[in-house]
Structure formats: C-alpha cells, structure tokens
C-alpha cells in the first residue's frame, strides 16, 4: 500500500470517528434532557394561588440533585409566599437577602433518582394586583443532574399568575345584561434559562461542527484514497 493510500485510509477512519462522536453526543443529549416548569392555578379577589414547580429528567434517566429557582415580582403580592419542598430537598424563601427568588434545592439517595414528573415544590402567593391582572412566574435551573452525576439540560417554562375577574350586576335587573370586568389571560413567560450544565444550543452546535468535520474528513480521505489508486 503506497504512503498516499495509506494517508487517504486513515484520514477515512478518523472521518468516521468523529461522525460516530457526534451521533452519540445527538444521542446522549436526546436521552437525557429533562424539563422544569411551574405552574398556577387563578386566584380569586383577594385569595390565593398555589404555582407548582415540576420537574423530569428526560427519558430513561432519574433526578440525582437540583437547585431550581422560583422567580416572581415581589411588587405584585402580599408579603412573602408560604412555599413547601419535595421530601428529598429544601426551600430558602429570598436567599442571600435577594427578594422575589424561591430557591429549592436537594438530593435523593435512591440508586435510581427521582422519575417521572417530580413535585419540585409547592408556594402559596396572595396576589396584590386587581381583577383581570396577571404577574408572572418563572423557572431558573441553576443545577439539575442525574442519579449519576451527569449535569442534565433541562428546558424551563414559566406561567402567570392571575387574579379572576369579577362580575358586577347592573342596578336593575331589567335595565341591561350583566357585565363583568376583562377577563384575564394568560401569556406564557420564557424560562429563566439553564445556569449549569450544558445548554441544548451549545450542543446542538458542538453536535453539527463534529458532524460536518467527520463528513469532511471523509470526503478528503475518500478523495485522496482516489487519487492513489489513478497515480498507480
């Protein structure tokens, strides 16, 4: 075998490498994602609204550890929500003194992790704002890994609170048809982001660098193996 066929050969091989690594970074990103998410339930005037955070580490894989905020505007509620931790973790309502964050945290001993759609957390929010008026919640994954260890990628998504609107009766029942004060709806807040762990975009962008390298190694390895066999 010349030295030109051996060069197009191995540079072949190495194409393939790095295609296989990307497919199982694709993989590996696919099979263990996860989601955090909170949700409320309306309050009426002058009650109360119960937003609960969730949380699932992906396909096949179990919650090890986390620390997930809970995010909202102080401004729009009455003091500070009465909030309750899944069994594995802990809560710290304003932590370090930084007010409007609920931070839960937490870890399970279970070989397996916490699976399915986990119960993160629970809070309580006397809403402040008027009927009609929503203020939003949102998730911010500072930390969520496997049972392994392996830091997870989770995706977040936020939800509003939102006061119910009232319905006012005219003076007289004849008078005209009874009207009632906007409805209020819900838009959907961002997620506050993943601080920990990789992100889904830098893989999917690592994920495409590798798999364009291995295609292009292959394609010089091809071209070069081709080469050798006209020169011979």
Do not use: H
């Not at 199982?24 to 996860?34: I, K, V, Y």
């Not at 929500?81 to 964050?101: A, D, E, K, Y």
């Not at 008026?133 to 609170?161: E, H, K, Y």
């Amino acid at each position: 075998m010349t030295k030109q066929s051996t060069l197009g050969l191995s540079m072949v091989t190495a194409g393939i490498a790095v295609a296989m690594a990307a497919f199982l970074l694709f993989s590996s990103s696919a099979f263990a994602a996860g989601s955090v998410s909170a949700s409320a339930t309306e309050a009426a005037a002058g009650g109360t609204s119960t937003v609960t955070v969730n949380a699932t580490a992906g396909a096949g894989a179990g919650i090890g550890n986390w620390t997930i905020d809970l995010t909202f505007d102080p401004l729009a509620y009455t003091g500070n929500p009465t909030c309750s931790s899944n069994p594995s973790g802990s809560l710290t309502v304003n932590p370090g003194g930084t007010s409007g964050i609920v931070r839960f945290g937490g870890a399970t001993g279970d070989p397996a992790g916490l699976t399915g759609d986990v119960v993160i957390g629970t809070c309580t929010f006397t809403p402040s704002g008027a009927a009609g008026t929503c203020s939003n919640v949102g998730i911010t994954v500072g930390r969520m890994d496997d049972a392994n260890g392996n830091a997870l990628a989770p995706s977040s998504s936020g939800d509003q609170v939102c006061v119910a609107a009232v319905v006012t009766a005219s003076p007289t029942p004849s008078a005209g048809p009874v009207t009632a004060s906007p409805t209020p709806t819900k838009v959907q807040p961002a997620g506050g982001g993943n601080l920990g762990g990789p992100t889904d975009s830098g893989t999917s962008s690592l994920t495409w660098l590798l798999a364009i390298s291995g295609m292009a190694i292959v394609a010089a390895g091809a071209w070069t193996l081709s080469r050798a066999r006209r020169e011979n």
